[in-house]
């Protein structure tokens, strides 16, 4: 049984338009190559009748940005309406005094690394030079020393004159020369083995400190720009240039709408036909078209116990424009969902649908004779012809769609966005339909 209703006045200026654009375009698209496709045939099935469910358009996300610091407004650069790109700044506070301590801070940590470079990098060849001249000339002195002693105590052994404050003197010159020698020789193997490692430990745990201290003052310094969370549209502003603004006040409001959410309500002996993934009628009365094609995204398991419904979360792709999204949050929308009793449909797969134009449609690809120059034995030639569809409710991958349609026709699923009306086409593959039970399943 073919599902058919009379056609409106509406429609059927739809269907004669397109009708005209085919045979307009027909010529035109004669001599070009064949678009290749991929096709399903429409179906025939008893499925699930719909019924609506009033929503409101939301965004799938919205954020109060606030501010994490004190301070003055300085830059405010946006306006209600704006989009934004995700980190773009929303506003600037006065950041002249942090800058500062950034800049002393960044000095404090450049000598510190200095320092540690220094003790990483040991004596230079010229320090541990001077220390082994000092250490050489130290021992000529000591040997000096140590044989004048020597020779003091042969003249005593000998008898000859020589004073016992003399003798000491020469002890006390053979003394310091010797330990003036050792001290010379620690020099130089401390010049040898550079810093201790325990000096070099230390200096690297002050460029560490300083490091995290200038880490600490970038990020209060980030944080006099607020900027924006996700791409999305400004919607709401709450301050002004040269307010001043304290930690946790909010400075503008943003909301995400490249995709966007409708919840309805559903009657607790009707959620168990809802499932996740299903395709969704979506009107928005204020739109035109107002048809979109949804998705079901949340099923909450905990329902008002008063009117025994259960929320259930709709996404629906948005259109955007150089003047701002299709689909605006508040705007009324209607879902239909199927739950109701079973009827015999004509279904498309959801791809065929072709939305933007002054009504739905789908691509029915059609034989056209061939030319009368033609080759005798070539077969018929493949075209499209546009049919206005009007959407029904959707059965797991499948729309039901009331129009000028017959079970087995061949729409086209794949390639039908760079199509027109009267286009050569050639058929790349041919899907079989799945099962509409087990799509819905």
């Known amino acids: 049984m073919q599902c058919k209703r009379p056609p409106s006045s509406r429609w059927m200026?739809?269907?004669?338009?397109?009708?005209?654009?085919?045979?307009?375009?027909s010529s035109a698209w004669?001599?070009?190559?064949?678009?290749?496709?991929?096709?399903?045939?429409?179906?025939?099935r008893n499925v699930a009748s719909g019924q609506s469910f009033v929503g409101t358009v939301m965004p799938v996300k919205m954020s109060a940005v606030g501010s994490a610091v004190d301070g003055r407004v300085t830059e405010y650069p946006i306006e209600i309406g704006d989009r934004v790109s995700k980190t773009q700044p929303l506003?600037?506070?006065?950041?002249?005094?942090?800058s500062l301590q950034v800049s002393a801070a960044e000095a404090e940590l450049r000598l510190h690394e200095e320092e540690l470079r220094e003790l990483k990098n040991g004596s230079r060849p010229e320090e541990i030079a001077q220390a082994k001249a000092r250490m050489e000339a130290a021992e000529a002195v000591n040997?000096?020393?140590?044989?004048?002693?020597?020779?003091?105590?042969?003249?005593?052994?000998?008898?000859?004159?020589?004073?016992?404050?003399q003798l000491e003197e020469y002890l006390s010159a053979a003394v310091t020369a010797e330990r003036n020698l050792q001290a010379n020789m620690q020099d130089y193997q401390l010049a040898m083995k550079g810093p201790r490692e325990e000096k070099i430990v230390q200096a690297q745990a002050r460029c560490d400190a300083q490091r995290e201290l200038v880490q600490q003052l970038k990020d209060q310094l980030r944080k006099h720009t607020?900027?924006?969370?996700?791409?999305g549209y400004v919607v709401m502003k709450r301050t002004e240039l040269g307010e001043w603004v304290t930690r946790g006040q909010v400075?503008?409001?943003?909301?995400?709408?490249?995709?966007?959410?409708?919840?309805?309500?559903?009657?607790?002996?009707?959620?168990?036909?809802?499932?996740?993934?299903m395709p969704v009628k979506v009107e928005i009365p204020a739109l035109n078209p107002p048809v979109y094609v949804g998705e079901v995204v949340r099923i909450s398991p905990q329902g008002d116990v008063k009117s025994r419904t259960f929320p259930v979360k709709i996404r629906v792709k948005n259109i955007i424009r150089e003047d701002g999204p299709v689909l605006k949050s508040g705007m009324l929308a209607r879902v239909?969902?199927?739950?109701?009793?079973?009827?015999?449909?004509l279904l498309v797969p959801k791809d065929a649908v072709v939305f933007g134009g002054p009504a739905p449609m789908v691509y029915v690809v059609v034989e056209v004779p061939p030319a009368k120059d033609a080759a005798a034995n070539a077969g018929p030639a493949l075209s499209v012809k546009p049919v206005p569809v009007e959407i029904g409710i959707a059965s797991g991958k499948w729309l039901e769609v009331k129009a000028d349609l017959k079970a087995d026709d061949r729409v086209v699923v794949l390639g039908n966005e760079r199509l027109r009306p009267g286009a050569s086409v050639s058929i790349l593959r041919e899907d079989q339909p799945d099962s509409v039970t087990e799509s819905a399943q």
Not at 226 to 231: E, K, L, Q, T
Request: hydrophobic content about 45%; overall charge negative; glycine content about 4%.
């Open 226 to 231: 607020m900027i924006a969370p996700f791409d």
């Open 143 to 165: 040997d000096f020393a140590q044989g004048r002693f020597k020779r003091a105590e042969q003249l005593v052994e000998q008898g000859r004159t020589l004073t016992q404050e």
């Open 30 to 44: 004669a001599q070009a190559p064949a678009s290749p496709v991929v096709v399903t045939r429409v179906q025939q």
């Open 91 to 98: 506003c600037r506070l006065l950041t002249e005094t942090i």
């Open 336 to 345: 239909t969902l199927p739950v109701g009793q079973s009827r015999d449909s």
């Open 251 to 277: 400075v503008a409001e943003i909301v995400y709408l490249d995709e966007v959410e409708i919840e309805a309500h559903v009657l607790d002996a009707q959620i168990d036909h809802v499932r996740l993934g």
């Open 13 to 25: 200026t739809v269907i004669l338009l397109c009708a005209a654009q085919a045979e307009l375009a």
